[in-house]
């Protein structure tokens, strides 16, 4: 069955740099688009940017400068580094596997930035 | 950005209809989609493209609209649909969601 499982340290400090990985199992890399979402405590979600089936990649502009996504699809993993990370960066990232919307959602890992 | 605009919460008793609503700030075709959230737990998909019933969601949940202005109705309420609902929109870049609308049984 599809699975996505994040993995990535829970806290950070301010102004490092957040590396996730999206382990995903259940469907190939090169035919599903995997995007990432994060959610703070009590908010609504937010779309980040996504790794299309054919390997280009989508961002929020208002995340742009300072995000990356890259896959291995060897391994089935998709990357995420977010540089310059700040108190409100703080939330549960999501990795999801996308059609014309998220279908499948990871568990989610909760990501705390503080010194 | 797509503005998605949510009444925070509803109360309703079980066995009632609810209806849940969504409005976008600019037009989103029919690229409209609902998610159930439980406290500690991921979204999950129960209505894409408006009207679609995800694979596994009880007949109880439905979608409708389309432009600007979708309604997730749950018929009848049960204990179990005690959740926080949200809408997303996946036609105009970026892809955005609602802030939620909590739903709480009497």
């Known amino acids: 069955q599809v699975q996505l499982k994040e993995s990535g340290p829970g806290l950070v400090q301010p102004s490092e740099t957040l590396s996730l990985t999206c382990t995903v199992s259940?469907?190939?890399?090169?035919?599903?688009?995997v995007s990432w979402v994060r959610q703070p405590s009590g908010k609504g979600p937010e779309w980040m940017g996504r790794?299309?089936?054919?390997?280009?990649?989508a961002y929020n502009s208002a995340l742009k400068s300072r995000l990356s996504i890259s896959r291995d699809t060897s391994k089935n993993q998709v990357f995420l580094k977010m540089n310059s990370l700040q108190t409100d960066d703080t939330g549960t990232y999501y990795c999801?596997?996308?059609?014309?919307?998220?279908?499948?959602w990871g568990q989610g890992v909760m990501v705390t930035v503080s010194s | 950005d797509t503005v998605l605009t949510q009444s925070p919460a509803l109360a309703v008793s079980p066995g009632e209809r609810v209806s849940i609503s969504c409005r976008a700030s600019?037009?989103?075709?029919?690229?409209m989609h609902w998610y159930q959230q439980k406290p500690g737990q991921q979204p999950k998909l129960l209505i894409y493209?408006?009207?679609n019933l995800a694979s596994g969601v009880p007949a109880r949940f439905s979608g409708s609209g389309s432009g600007t202005d979708f309604t997730l109705t749950i018929d009848p309420v049960e204990a179990d649909d005690t959740a926080t609902y949200f809408c997303?929109?996946?036609?105009?870049?970026?892809?955005?969601f609602g802030a939620g609308t909590k739903l709480e049984l009497k």
């Open positions: 999801t596997r996308d059609q014309d919307y998220p279908d499948y």
């Open positions: 259940g469907f190939s890399l090169t035919s599903y688009s």
């Open positions: 790794m299309w089936y054919d390997g280009d990649t």
């Open positions: 600019e037009g989103v075709n029919s690229y």
């Open positions: 493209k408006a009207s």
């Open positions: 997303q929109q996946s036609w105009n870049d970026p892809n955005t």
